[in-house]
């Protein structure tokens, strides 16, 4: 089993940027797809994006597509999600989740293994 560490959240102010990590430890997700999820106060969990295992197939939500990347990097078992231009509505509790089918999809039940979620708070 792998366990994910999420890590880079803050307090930033709206048109800043923040980059989160999700780290990986127990063994290699290299093969895995990871998905970003958020969940806001009084909000249900939403996809943010995802990336397959190799890295060139990604995908976003409407809502934070031009502005979010997602990437990756094997070397270091680390997944990464790039936010610029964030805006008050981006602020959220942001975890990571592996798919060990590799299927990067946008709903949270596909997933396996999740982290414990990073705190991203975007003042106005």
């Known amino acids: 089993q792998v366990q994910l560490v999420e890590s880079g959240g803050g307090l930033v102010q709206a048109g800043g940027s923040l980059r989160l990590s999700c780290a990986a430890s127990?063994?290699?997700?290299?093969?895995?797809?990871v998905g970003w999820f958020r969940q806001g106060p009084g909000k249900e969990r939403e996809f943010v994006g995802a990336i397959n295992w190799s890295g060139d197939n990604i995908s976003y939500a409407d809502s934070v597509k031009g502005r979010f990347t997602i990437s990756r990097d094997h070397a270091k078992n680390t997944v990464y999600l790039q936010m610029n231009s964030l805006k008050p509505e981006d602020t959220a509790v942001y975890s990571c989740a592996a798919d060990i089918r590799g299927r990067y999809g946008s709903s949270w039940f596909e997933y396996d293994c999740w982290g414990q979620g990073t705190q991203v708070t975007v003042a106005s």
């Open positions: 127990g063994r290699t997700f290299s093969s895995y797809a």
